[in-house]
């Protein structure tokens, strides 16, 4: 569940706006979109009404909803789905990360992490994470941030 940013032509102009998506992926690895919606900004209060009409519609379960960062999705999904596992997106974990590189060591701080957040569970990500801040070639700028 996220929103993606379009142009949309109205009334002789063109103006950005957002388009929330909830797209699921069902056991089969089948992909449906379970609904697009058109709103001006996004937040929980939002999300619960979607998850409760999606709810509503007949969807009896969220084995795992991922999720951007933003202040209480998470309790609008439990809210909706008690037994939901909510996870963030990756890509949204690489970019904080990259918030304590700096701008030249970004690419190979990216890689190096890569293991990290594509780890199948918390040993092997603990274990990778250990080896990121092991390598001699770790940037100083990450070096610095953990102490």
Request: net charge positive; aromatic share 8%; with cysteine.
């Amino acid at each position: 569940m996220d929103a993606i940013r379009v142009n949309i032509r109205s009334n002789g102009a063109v103006c950005n706006k957002a388009v929330f998506v909830a797209l699921a992926i069902l056991p089969d690895r089948t992909r449906d979109v379970l609904g697009l919606w058109f709103q001006a900004n996004e937040g929980a209060k939002f999300w619960a009404k979607v998850l409760n009409d999606l709810r509503n519609r007949g969807v009896q379960g969220i084995l795992i909803a991922v999720v951007d960062g933003l202040k209480g999705f998470p309790q609008a999904i439990e809210a909706a789905f008690p037994k939901t596992q909510v996870q963030t997106y990756i890509v949204h974990l690489l970019r904080h990360s990259m918030s304590f590189a700096s701008y030249k060591d970004r690419k190979a701080v990216a890689t190096a992490l890569k293991a990290v957040y594509t780890a199948l569970d918390a040993g092997a990500a603990e274990a990778a994470l250990a080896e990121f801040f092991a390598l001699e070639a770790t940037p100083q700028s990450m070096r610095r941030q953990r102490n």
